[in-house]
């Protein structure tokens, strides 16, 4: 159990262009989940957290206007990245925190990441 | 604020030998320790994890690893690493009833034949 699914794993499209990525827990109801960036050969950083049907709450010096979160359901959140640059080309991991209690409470499943580049 | 360091960047290791992972944190309280790894391209896998009790803890793939709190360590321990665990290594740090997670800078293992 507590698997997540990320859609598209990869996607390539031209500058100024927007690309939804979609975060789905597919056994699980998730009351959070997280958005991360990872730079090649780096740690991931996280970019905003997102509470269904709430607003996400982005980490600093994240573009909150560039880089849409929408947690429509229990089981679904969106990253898109609007008018994309090259520079916005990279990995992107979303994972969700399973709603539960006790020992479960702060673990975070993780997605298989998308690859986005940007031409 | 919690924070994690990995203090080796890339290990080397022969197949068959042993590994050791190093991670220090920082945080107020006993925190939530973590262990993930990564394989190129794909995204995380939960190697084991620290929340309370028995300190030395054991996870998947024959993966260990022992809380020690007065060195604020969570080292990762393999005895016999095979060639499937070249990967980047991961280790994460959460502060209990909070969500977010902060990782380490990552340990590239390489592992010679």
């Known amino acids: 159990g507590a698997v997540v699914s990320q859609h598209p794993s990869w996607v390539i499209c031209k500058s100024g262009t927007s690309v939804k990525i979609e975060c789905r827990s597919l056994d699980f109801q998730a009351t959070t989940m997280f958005w991360y960036r990872q730079f090649p050969k780096q740690s991931l950083m996280l970019m905003a957290t997102?509470?269904?049907?709430?607003?996400?709450?982005?980490e600093q010096g994240v573009e909150k206007d560039k880089f849409l979160i929408n947690h429509a359901s229990l089981t679904l959140s969106t990253l898109t990245v609007t008018s994309a640059h090259p520079e916005d080309s990279s990995f992107y991991i979303c994972?969700?925190?399973?709603?539960?209690?006790?020992?479960?409470?702060?673990?975070?499943?993780f997605g298989p990441g998308t690859r986005l580049t940007v031409l | 604020a919690q924070s994690v360091t990995q203090p080796d960047i890339h290990i080397t290791v022969s197949e068959g030998a042993s590994l050791e992972l190093r991670c220090n944190y920082s945080y107020g309280a006993t925190p939530y320790l973590f262990w993930y790894v990564q394989s190129p391209g794909q995204g995380l896998q939960l190697l084991l994890k620290y929340f309370s009790g028995d300190t030395l803890v054991q996870g998947i793939k024959g993966f260990e690893a022992e809380f020690k709190r007065s060195q604020s360590s969570f080292n990762l321990r393999k005895p016999s690493v095979h060639w499937s665990d070249a990967a980047e290594y991961f280790c994460?740090?959460?502060?209990?009833?909070?969500?977010?997670?902060?990782f380490g800078a990552g340990t590239t293992v390489t592992v010679r034949a």
């Open positions: 997102s509470n269904e049907g709430s607003k996400a709450t982005y």
């Open positions: 994460a740090v959460g502060a209990p009833l909070r969500y977010k997670l902060s």
């Open positions: 994972s969700a925190r399973r709603r539960t209690s006790g020992e479960g409470y702060n673990e975070q499943f």
